[in-house]
């Protein structure tokens, strides 16, 4: 996939291996120019004002919704604006009705923008994996009962890329009378989702984890919760009329957004996702299986090289958290990045995760997008046979 001359920082900085596409993804051409074309030619508030410029912001804020939406297999009226998955997680700890049932089911493997916000409201029920990072259907059968109000599972995960098994989770829950919240950060850049066909209830993500601006995101809700969940921000337009004695709030999403909104980040998305259906997300899922293959044959080839989670599957995504033996996950980090490529080390915003995988002290990331290769992977493997040489 030859997309590399279509982001700008590449330009600047040519030899550049970025690895560290799961933590955010660099920015193509196309969807700077929305954001720049926003603050340059019609840099206005959407909803509010009746002037020209105002109307072309509304129009194009809405048309990223319904872009968006789309993308995920969603209406626009399913969609809220957030700034994050952490908010779309917040808004639905929030606002979800725990008053007859309380308990919340999750594996140890969520991400902390899942685990935080349910911990603060709710009982929650953690579901171990075992030392390769699976939890098996049997074990989300066992936990999930007519007690179980909430099921929260990631759609791939983020310290090891690997997928989990929606449709039976999803089912599981359904039938014990539990919705489904799905984080789909590391789900929607990488392949196709579509909400309503696989019958998700809850469904957050970030735009900057698919080309996307920071600080823009979305939470959608199948429209029957959505109008039952109540108020969480309120603010300038969430509402239709105002008086000393009585408020009428809004009935659809913008209820949920108050305020003034990032109407750039919401354009720039809407580039991201014009730009993702041009490439095809068939072809990035099938260029991705190619990455992850030669990766995971270059770890495992390399002497002190320990790769956490299951071996390499069909379903595992371009992505795999390592450490070198006797080296810090931080040390490997810093030495690859002298070398000019970028990864991430540390506990990856998942530490019972990787306690659960047996990296307590953390590991060495590497995830892979669309402008990634597999000669830069050979590029890789060199540098890091050397590091692991060393130690």
């Not at 994050?84 to 999750?106: C, L, P, Q, W, Y």
């Not at 989990?164 to 789900?187: M, P, R, T, Y």
């Not at 995504?317 to 540390?346: M, Q, W, Y």
Request: proline residues 3%.
């Amino acid at each position: 996939m030859d997309v590399r001359k279509d982001f700008p920082i590449f330009q600047k900085r040519p030899d550049l291996l970025y690895f560290d596409s799961a933590c955010t993804t660099l920015k193509p051409k196309p969807v700077i120019d929305a954001v720049v074309s926003y603050y340059s030619e019609y840099s206005a508030c959407a909803g509010r004002s009746s002037h020209s410029l105002a109307k072309e912001v509304d129009a194009k804020f809405e048309e990223s919704r319904e872009k968006v939406a789309k993308f995920v297999g969603a209406d626009k009226e399913q969609l809220i604006w957030t700034r994050n998955t952490t908010e779309g997680m917040n808004i639905i700890a929030n606002t979800f009705d725990f008053s007859k049932r309380k308990k919340v089911v999750m594996s140890e493997l969520e991400h902390h923008s899942s685990i935080l916000p349910l911990k603060k409201v709710a009982n929650v029920e953690f579901i171990s994996a075992n030392s390769n990072g699976r939890v098996d259907d049997e074990a989300w059968k066992k936990a999930i009962d007519n007690e179980t109000a909430l099921v929260v599972v990631h759609h791939t995960n983020n310290s090891i890329g690997t997928k989990s098994n929606l449709k039976e989770i999803i089912k599981i829950a359904h039938e014990n009378g539990a919705l489904v919240a799905v984080d789909g950060a590391q789900g929607a850049p990488h392949c196709e989702i579509n909400f309503k066909k696989e019958n998700y209830d809850f469904l957050a993500f970030s735009g900057h984890k698919m080309l996307g601006p920071t600080g823009i995101g979305a939470l959608v809700v199948k429209e029957e919760i959505l109008q039952k969940m109540p108020l969480f921000l309120v603010g300038g337009g969430t509402v239709e009329s105002v008086t000393t004695r009585k408020i009428e709030y809004k009935k659809d999403q913008h209820r949920f957004e108050a305020g003034i909104q990032h109407y750039s980040g919401a354009i720039g998305l809407g580039a991201a996702v014009d730009y993702l259906n041009k490439l095809g997300m068939k072809n990035i899922e099938a260029h991705e299986h190619r990455l992850a293959k030669k990766m995971y044959d270059v770890l495992s080839g390399i002497s002190g090289v320990k790769i956490y989670g299951p071996g390499y599957s069909s379903d595992h995504g371009a992505l795999f958290s390592f450490n070198v033996k006797n080296a810090k996950p931080h040390e490997i980090a810093l030495l690859l990045d002298k070398t000019k490529i970028a990864v991430r080390s540390g506990v990856f915003c998942a530490q019972p995760a990787m306690e659960a995988l047996g990296a307590t002290d953390g590991a060495v990331r590497v995830s892979l997008y669309v402008y990634n290769s597999e000669e830069e992977i050979e590029k890789f493997e060199e540098k890091l046979r050397k590091i692991a040489e060393i130690y």
